[in-house]
């Protein structure tokens, strides 16, 4: 616990996370028996990423995990694929399966079966180790009975508003607080412009990874392949994850690149924090004058700082 390394810091950590909330909308979540195919739409519908679900128990909802729209799609559409990356076939002639719930899903993974709930008087360090530790959202109940979803975004923005009480801590260069480690072998996990996408989806699925660095030719970091660039994907469009990532991407935003948010080594927390959410992004890219990616550095590792 480093509080004693932030000046006021004690105080922002007892934050009640029920504060933090505020006026989000109500959680929307889904029966663990609904097909996929209406979890997909579902997520679709409401440009969520996942949906937590539930089942019934003495009229009771009891949650049971998070089914993720990445892990949907892994396990149910590009499976074949994933084992036997060259059935792209199997892929083309995809119809649903009915029989297919989201219960389903939960049971085939691990992470997704796990979930975290608080009361709302709960103070925000509590929920800092797992957020910290890779979980990217918990459920927070109220006195109300009603339920709502507290984020990672939600507390790296709580925390960079209170910026001013962290005291030298925060400024100090990322290679200094240990963060930039290129020498790691997972330091940095990245795929090729010119590769396929679906091979960039199939290699975060297999390392259990949420982005991947686009390197041009040069191994310069040109954009991003993260999985909610997966959100696009309909049932009309399941072919378009053939295509490179370049075309990929580049269909994803009008025919353009979405430029990678970047940090050098030399950068403070406090500027990672700062690029991280005006860009609305869970990572910034640590490189050097090349563009070359040294680090990546995720909301997770923000939260374990400052936890």
């Known amino acids: 616990f480093r509080s004693n390394k932030v000046k006021n810091m004690a105080e922002v950590l007892k934050t009640a996370v029920g504060t933090i909330v505020g006026e989000k909308r109500l959680l929307v979540d889904v029966d663990g028996s609904t097909p996929v195919v209406k979890v997909f739409e579902l997520l679709q519908k409401e440009k969520i990423l996942s949906v937590p679900v539930y089942t019934t128990k003495d009229g009771k909802k009891e949650y049971l995990g998070n089914c993720s729209i990445f892990n949907l799609l892994s396990y149910v559409v590009f499976k074949s694929y994933f084992e036997n990356p060259a059935g792209d076939n199997a892929l083309l002639d995809f119809k649903w399966d009915d029989d297919v719930t989201a219960q389903d899903i939960l049971q085939l993974d691990d992470e997704s079966c796990s979930h975290w709930e608080y009361p709302e008087d709960t103070p925000l360090a509590t929920i800092m180790e797992p957020l910290g530790k890779g979980v990217h959202r918990v459920l927070i109940n109220f006195t109300d009975g009603k339920t709502r979803l507290v984020s990672q975004t939600d507390v790296i923005k709580f925390l960079h508003k209170n910026v001013d009480k962290f005291g030298d801590f925060v400024e100090k260069p990322l ?60 049932s009309d469009t399941l072919k378009d994850v053939l295509k490179s990532v370049q075309e990929y991407l580049k269909g994803l935003n009008n025919g353009k690149y979405i430029h990678p948010v970047t940090v050098e080594a030399n950068g403070s927390l406090s500027e990672a924090m700062l690029r991280c959410t005006a860009a609305k992004i869970h990572r910034v890219w640590v490189v050097n004058s090349a563009q070359t990616p040294l680090a990546v550095i995720t909301y997770s590792d923000i939260i374990l700082q400052l936890w």
């Open 175 to 234: 290679q200094e607080l240990n963060m930039v480690n290129p020498l790691a072998d997972d330091a940095v996990y990245s795929i090729g412009e010119k590769e396929k996408a679906l091979d960039g989806f199939r290699s975060m699925f297999q390392k259990k990874l949420s982005a991947l660095a686009v390197l041009d030719e040069k191994k310069a970091i040109v954009a991003t392949l993260s999985a909610s660039d997966i959100r696009a994907v309909s």
